[in-house]
């Protein structure tokens, strides 16, 4: 049973770019969150979709979108890059119903300089 | 109201010990209340969960209590060892939203 994967592992970008980042999720799974990690903290929530659709935001601005495909993998763009990006970015899956059980895949570690 | 408060920031046992982590929330429309362990490098994994119809629910040495009066609940890892050693997250979600509200994290270090 394939969990939940993210690529890449780790990326380096300068202030001003822009990034994307991908997720796959847990086999059987129709709903992707991503979530920000900073160092030290606990995970922030960024948005969730669902059938192709952004369901819910946290607070975060409109420098960070997403996507999600047909076969329910999903990507992370954010615009416009600060240092304070810099973080760990995580997806989770789970199945519509069940939003609340969700499942980490091991992150993208972002560092913008 | 949408905070949930974790306590201690980190933790140090031997092996063998009972540690134990405690959050407390504001938000009554929370519904369910996941732990998750991270490994350094690694992401959250689903540990345990509640919800607050029941008061205690144990999965192998891990144990949550939960207190819905005080709005409180924690983690108490039975019988602790050297690889449990990671930093531990309580959160918190409910049927309205669906997303996970985390807490700030205990890093808990197992001696031998």
């Not at chain 2, 209590?65 to 979600?93: E, R």
Request: charged share 15%.
């Amino acid at each position: 049973d394939a969990g939940v994967t993210q690529s890449p592992t780790h990326l380096i970008k300068t202030r001003g770019q822009q990034v994307t980042l991908r997720c796959s999720p847990k086999s059987g799974h129709d709903t992707v969150s991503w979530y920000q990690q900073a160092l030290g903290q606990g995970p922030q929530f960024i948005f969730q979709y669902y059938e192709e659709e952004e369901r819910q935001r946290g607070n975060f601005p409109d420098r960070f979108s997403g996507h999600q495909f047909p076969n329910y993998s999903s990507e992370l763009n954010v615009n416009a890059l600060l240092l304070g990006d810099s973080a760990l970015y995580l997806c989770a899956s789970s199945l519509v119903g069940r939003n609340y059980e969700q499942y980490f895949g091991p992150g993208t570690r972002l560092t913008v300089t | 109201q949408q905070q949930v408060k974790q306590s201690p920031q980190s933790l140090i046992v031997q092996k063998g010990g009972i540690p134990i982590i405690n959050c407390a929330y504001e938000n009554t429309a929370f519904d369910y209340f996941p732990w998750y362990q991270q490994f350094p490098g690694k992401g959250p994994a689903l540990l345990i969960a509640i919800r607050p119809d029941v008061s205690e629910k144990k999965e192998g040495r891990f144990t949550i209590s939960f207190n819905k009066s005080a709005k409180q609940f924690s983690l108490h890892i039975m019988d602790s060892q050297p690889g449990d050693s990671a930093t531990y997250f309580c959160a918190a979600s409910s049927r309205n939203t669906d997303k996970l509200i985390f807490g700030t994290g205990t890093r808990l270090q197992v001696f031998p």
